[in-house]
């Protein structure tokens, strides 16, 4: 059983930065495309991104775009997700899940499955 574990999650200062931490266990990140979204207290789930094993290509909300910068480490098995410039609209429980890409005419959208338990982040203005 694929288990995924977000944790890094803080409070920080609008302009500042923070890096999440995913572990996974039960199976190498090699096996699936994964990612990050993120929700907000009475907002609907938003997708922050998704490294697609397929497409050997990473997709970045347009929100997160030139601040959000996603890594892995083979050797630890663990993703991470930098963070930078962070604005108060970041603010949200962050989650790594299992994700997938859909390509509908010139649009990307992104869609998620097993996630563990996420993390939060709060930003201060």
Avoid at 78 to 92: I, S
Wanted: with cysteine; glycine share 12%.
């Amino acid at each position: 059983e694929v288990q995924l574990q977000a944790s890094g999650g803080g409070l920080v200062q609008a302009g500042g930065s923070l890096r999440l931490s995913c572990a996974a266990s039960g199976s190498t990140r090699d096996d699936y495309s994964i990612g990050w979204f993120r929700q907000a207290p009475g907002k609907e789930r938003e997708g922050v991104l998704c490294i697609s094993r397929s497409e050997e290509t990473t997709y970045y909300a347009d929100s997160v775009k030139g601040r959000f910068t996603v890594s892995e480490d083979n050797a630890k098995n663990t993703m991470y997700l930098q963070m930078n410039n962070l604005k108060p609209e970041d603010a949200a429980v962050y989650y790594c899940a299992a994700c997938g890409v859909l390509h509908e005419s010139a649009d990307v959208r992104l869609t998620f499955g097993f996630h563990g338990q996420g993390t939060l982040v709060t930003v201060s203005s």
